[in-house]
T-cell receptor
Framework: AQKITQTQPGMFVQEKEAVTLDCTYD???????LFWYKQPSSGEMIFLIY??????QNATEGRYSLNFQKARKSANLVISASQLGDSAMYFC????????????FGAGTTVTVRA | DTEVTQTPKHLVMGMTNKKSLKCEQH?????MYWYKQKAKKPPELMFV???????INESVPSRFSPECPNSSLLNLHLHALQPEDSALYLC?????????????FGPGTRLLVL
């Protein structure tokens, strides 16, 4: 069975500062994909960044980077230079064959950016 | 272009009504998904279509009936819903059902059942 854990229900961050959102996962499958999504209050689920289990480098997409520590089964999202528009719920998710390639989500972390 | 569209954006229906939610993508994706999401919770998978065939039904009540008329369209037919079915319904698509494939979501339909 796989599991995604996000231990931070909510976080506050000052504008222009960096914030790290924690995510740990559990799977026995050697092939898996890790995803981060952003969901603003409007409801749309926006894909941010992807990390594959065989990727040697940490993924980066603009102000988003993924701190992938495979041995610790950790896939933390780092948002640099926070903006007011970053205020949203953030979900960590994983896909692997053992779960029939379903996208399993963590509970989510609400980020509030303060001016 | 990674756009998935959904209509309507909002829907209010009585428990005796029949309505349909629509989802469309033109990215050539062969896998499409329906999720239900309650406030402040992660999405819950309902159905998965792969190459226009129903692959997964997560024991969803029969008052929800999915349909995939072609590779670009996905419908969710609603009939005799309950107030507890009120939620955000999200559609998603991915190139294939594989661990490395990203699911792209539509903006969702906010459903209220009275």
């Amino acid at each position: 069975a796989q599991k995604i854990t996000q231990t931070q229900p909510g976080m506050f961050v000052q504008e222009k500062e960096a914030v790290t959102l924690d995510c740990t996962y559990d799977t026995s499958d050697p092939s898996y994909g890790l995803f981060w999504y952003k969901q603003p209050s409007s409801g749309e689920m926006i894909f941010l960044i992807y990390q594959g289990s065989y990727d040697q480098q940490n993924a980066t997409e603009g102000r988003y980077s993924l701190n992938f520590q495979k041995a610790r089964k950790s896939a933390n999202l780092v948002i640099s230079a926070s903006q007011l528009g970053d205020s949203a719920m953030y979900f960590c998710a994983m896909r692997d064959r053992s779960n029939d390639y379903k996208l399993s989500f963590g509970a989510g972390t609400t980020v509030t950016v303060r001016a | 272009d990674t756009e998935v569209t959904q209509t309507p954006k909002h829907l209010v229906m009585g428990m005796t009504n029949k309505k349909s939610l629509k989802c469309e993508q033109h990215m050539g994706h062969r896998a499409m998904y329906w999720y239900k999401q309650k406030a402040k919770k992660p999405p819950e998978l309902m159905f998965v279509y792969s190459y226009e065939k129903l692959s997964i039904n997560e024991s969803v009540p029969s008052r929800f009936s999915p349909e995939c008329p072609n590779s670009s369209l996905l419908n969710l037919h609603l009939h005799a819903l309950q107030p507890e079915d009120s939620a955000l319904y999200l559609c998603a698509s991915s190139q294939e059902r594989a661990y490395q494939e990203t699911q792209y979501f539509g903006p969702g339909t906010r459903l209220l059942v009275l």
